[in-house]
């Protein structure tokens, strides 16, 4: 049973342009996590957020978590081709201490 | 180490035969997770330890998948009797009391052919 599901799951954009990638579940989580993977390496955290409504930015990187924390969105603007990679989206619930990871969002950006 | 390390980084096997791969978590992190990695996927959770306390094996997707950790340091995952479908990326990531971040290592690329 995959808990969140992320779209696009393919993504493929001209450099400068704007994109939103989706982090859905119908199950509540205490927190979630925003992480970057590049080939050959291991995902590498970029942000936790943890209360319902939150925002935090990380340069051209915004991060929402829903009010009623089900659901995330990764917004980066000004795409760069150092942008290009793996997301995933990984949420903790209150009950334990496992990490559900989201189906992952492949980003290119073309030069 | 400042990282998580694994090893080996790459492991090419024959069908039926026993693999073993390690994780060193960073020095001092109470908890360990294994995780596998299809191509371009996400990630789909194996076990994880805490502690002294027992194992979460609930994400073990047969009895031919084990895994111990000794003196609450190192991992060792290991897989008996492999099949082409266990071919995959094994992750490994290790995680502080608080304020709970993972730290990835960089895999194992497991190919049984």
């Known amino acids: 049973t995959q808990l969140l599901e992320q779209s696009p799951q393919f993504l493929s954009i001209q450099e400068g342009e704007n994109l939103t990638v989706y982090c859905n579940s119908s199950?509540?989580?205490?927190?979630l996590q925003w992480y970057r993977q590049e080939p050959g390496e291991g995902p590498v955290l970029l942000v936790t957020?943890?209360?319902?409504?939150e925002v935090k930015k990380l340069k051209r990187l915004t991060f929402q978590f829903g009010d009623a924390r089900k659901d995330s969105s990764l917004h980066i603007t000004a795409a760069q081709p150092g942008d290009t990679g793996l997301y995933l989206c990984?949420?903790?619930?209150?009950?334990?201490?496992?990490?559900?990871f989201g189906t992952g969002t492949s980003l290119t950006v073309i030069p | 180490g400042a990282g998580v390390s694994q090893s080996p980084s790459n492991k090419v096997t024959e069908k039926g035969k026993d693999v073993e791969l390690r994780c060193d978590p960073i020095s001092g992190h109470t908890a360990l997770y294994w995780y596998r990695q299809s191509l371009g996927q996400g990630l789909e959770f194996l076990i994880y330890f805490q502690g002294n306390s027992a194992p979460d094996k609930s994400g073990l997707p047969s009895d031919r998948f084990s895994a111990e950790r000794t003196g609450g340091s190192v991992s060792t995952l290991t897989i008996q009797r492999t099949q082409q479908e266990d071919s995959a990326v094994y992750l490994c990531?290790?995680?502080?009391?608080?304020?709970?971040?993972?730290?990835f290592g960089p895999g194992t690329r497991l190919t049984v052919l």
């Open positions: 990984a949420g903790v619930q209150s009950t334990g201490n496992q990490f559900y």
């Open positions: 199950s509540v989580f205490s927190s």
């Open positions: 957020v943890v209360t319902g409504g």
């Open positions: 990531a290790s995680r502080s009391r608080t304020p709970g971040e993972q730290f």
